[in-house]
T-cell receptor
Framework: DAKTTQPPSMDCAEGRAANLPCNHS???????VYWYRQIHSQGPQYIIH???NNETNEMASLIITEDRKSSTLILPHATLRDTAVYYC????????????????FGQGTTLQVKP | KAGVTQTPRYLIKTRGQQVTLSCSPI?????VSWYQQTPGQGLQFLFE???????NKGNFPGRFSGRQFSNSRSEMNVSTLELGDSALYLC????????????FGQGTRLTVV
């Protein structure tokens, strides 16, 4: 089961910031938070990931609370092309010396950017 | 550089048949994972390959299998197809296992009739 909880849907006005919340209250100390999005009929697209510090790249910013129990993905100036399902994922804990690339997707948040 | 390539893009099969799907990862990537996406279950992990070895397997029946070749290309096979196997099958490649971003292909849309 996914270890994250996201609102099922959100709306955002074009040009405004979109703030997508995610709860991951059972996150372990060495688990990362990843964000992906899936535009209709395409494969998921990596957006950003972080461990405990806030992260920013050309697509978005990731704000992780100090207790790491929740995070927020920020799209600073949403466009119509940002309409997609956004997935917040906690990567499973590594076991011993074996890392895993397995991603457990929840239901995500459907973001609708409106003109 | 070229992205993840999945072939074919669309496929229609009959119940009871078997199917093989192909995934070519990004050049230099050695880890390939497969996912099944259905409206009811969402995105579910099938298996992960790294250096030609299966490293992880999801909770799917033995009818679902895969392999990875020395050039990192991967195939997945589904035998004795059932109607419920109709789904979008997605392949993701990563440079290595662990904490790296995964790049997904466009998927193969399988319809079982």
């Amino acid at each position: 089961d996914a270890k994250t909880t996201q609102p099922p849907s959100m709306d955002c006005a074009e040009g405004r910031a979109a703030n997508l919340p995610c709860n991951h209250s059972t996150i372990s100390g060495n688990e990362y938070v990843y964000w992906y999005r899936q535009i209709h009929s395409q494969g998921p697209q990596y957006i950003i990931h972080g461990l405990k510090n806030n992260e920013t790249n050309e697509m978005a910013s990731l704000i992780i609370t100090e207790d790491r129990k929740s995070s927020t993905l920020i799209l600073p100036h949403a466009t119509l092309r940002d309409t997609a399902v956004y997935y917040c994922i906690v990567r499973p804990t590594q076991h011993g010396s074996s890392n895993t690339g397995k991603l457990i997707f929840g239901q995500g948040t459907t973001l609708q950017v409106k003109p | 550089k070229a992205g993840v390539t999945q072939t074919p893009r669309y496929l229609i099969k009959t119940r009871g048949q078997q199917v093989t799907l192909s995934c070519s990862p990004i050049s230099g990537h050695r880890s390939v994972s497969w996912y099944q996406q259905t409206p009811g279950q969402g995105l579910q992990f099938l298996f992960e390959y790294f250096s030609e070895t299966q490293r992880n397997k999801g909770n799917f029946p033995g009818r679902f299998s895969g392999r990875q070749f020395s050039n990192s290309r991967s195939e997945m096979n589904v035998s004795t197809l059932e109607l419920g196997d109709s789904a979008l099958y997605l392949c993701a490649s990563s440079f290595q296992q662990g904490v790296t971003e995964a790049f997904f292909g466009q998927g193969t849309r399988l319809t079982v009739v």
